[in-house]
């Protein structure tokens, strides 16, 4: 077996993978943050973006394909871990509440991840899958303001709420298991990490979540 396969096969290279696939997501998820926040300023705005980039689509989807490879990886090799720390967990240690901290909180970052996973097939089989089975341009505000399948639909709207709250407990312990996992959390570059991480953790969760709040909740789906 090569170097790098026994690597990413020990616990320290799965952590490395899911430390490394988490922060590629992250920059997705302030990307599709930007162009998200588009809705505020109108339809005419946000539907032009949306079908611009049917220009782009053979790039687009390429792009679909990597993320969901990235977000395979990050899965699979996230529940292999936290199988390992709860196995690791009925053996006695020199810190037992060193043990019993760790083992929390892989459950708590299992729990909102499988929260999320199921987020993400929702918002695949309404927004994503009718944006791309859509052929009218301008209906692409309203699919997201208004519809059934929007936030017109409170039960969506409470999903995203719930999610991206969780959202920002999960990236907020993730950027801090990323900075130890990388040996860097009490450096300076890590502290100075650990303050950009904010933008991450904080503003990207409350961008989705005002927009899911404003348009569901305050305008009632309109």
């Known amino acids: 077996m090569s170097s790098f396969k026994l690597f990413i096969s ?3 290279g799965k952590k490395v993978l899911v ?3 988490g922060l590629l997501f992250c920059f997705f998820l302030l990307f599709h943050l930007l162009n998200n926040l588009v809705i505020y300023t109108g339809a005419e705005n946000f539907n032009f ?8 689509k053979p790039l687009i989807r390429i792009l ?3 993320l969901a490879g990235i ?3 990050h899965i699979v090799n996230s529940v292999t871990l936290a199988i390992q720390s709860k196995k690791s967990g009925n053996i006695t240690t020199k810190s037992e509440t ?3 901290n760790a083992t929390l909180s892989s459950r708590t970052m299992l729990f909102t991840g499988s929260i999320l996973f199921i987020f993400i097939v929702t918002h695949l089989s309404t927004f994503w899958y009718n944006f791309q089975t859509n052929d009218d341009h301008s209906a692409y505000y309203e699919i997201v303001t208004s519809s059934s399948i929007g936030f017109g639909n409170i039960f969506i ?3 995203y709420l719930v999610a991206m709250v969780l959202l920002g407990f999960h990236l907020k312990h993730g950027f801090n298991s990323a900075l130890q996992t990388f040996g860097i959390k009490n450096t300076s570059i890590g502290k100075m990490l650990s303050l950009v991480s904010v933008v991450f953790w904080l503003f990207v969760p409350a961008g989705f979540f005002s ?9 009632g789906g309109k």
């Open 19 to 21: 430390a490394t696939t």
């Open 71 to 73: 977000l395979l990886v």
């Open 157 to 159: 709207t409470i999903l």
């Open 211 to 219: 927009i899911a709040f404003w348009f569901g909740i305050l305008n």
């Open 98 to 100: 060193k043990k019993h």
């Open 10 to 12: 020990s616990t320290i």
């Open 49 to 56: 973006l949306v079908g611009s980039l049917e220009k782009i």
């Open 64 to 66: 679909e394909v990597a």
